[in-house]
């Protein structure tokens, strides 16, 4: 599995991006996920979903102002963010498959991107 993070820039707080991340290689109906790293909190789950769509994860911190998606049809898996703060600075990275996915949890298997950088400026 490859795949490929963009989107990522430089924004203005309250601003709003979408990053796209486009899988191939994929063998089955994988779940995918966004992931954000920093060098205070590591690498922690941001957004999540299921092939279907049906079943998503979003972390406290975004959840309300972030909303993830997928179209199969493009083999991407898209973050839209929006109301961004100066917190949201990060370097984002797309899992093209998860171990786990529930409404409170979400990990990463494998199939990780070389990330995409977002700052948010104040």
């Known amino acids: 599995v490859q795949v490929m993070e963009s989107g990522g820039e430089l924004v203005q707080e309250g601003g709003s991006l979408r990053l796209s991340c486009t899988a191939s290689?994929?063998?089955?109906?994988?779940?995918m996920g966004w992931f954000r790293q920093t060098p205070e909190k590591g690498r922690e789950p941001i957004a999540c979903?299921?092939?279907?769509?049906?079943?998503?994860f979003y972390a406290d911190s975004v959840r309300g102002r972030f909303t993830i998606s997928r179209d199969h049809g493009k083999n991407t898996m898209y973050l839209q963010m929006d109301s961004l703060k100066p917190e949201d600075t990060a370097m984002y990275y797309c899992?093209?498959?998860?171990?786990?996915?529930?409404?409170?949890?979400?990990?990463?298997?494998?199939?990780w991107g070389q990330g995409t950088q977002v700052t948010v400026s104040s």
């Open positions: 290689g994929l063998t089955h109906a994988n779940a």
């Open positions: 899992a093209a498959d998860l171990s786990v996915l529930t409404k409170f949890v979400c990990v990463a298997k494998d199939g």
């Open positions: 979903i299921d092939w279907y769509g049906l079943s998503t």
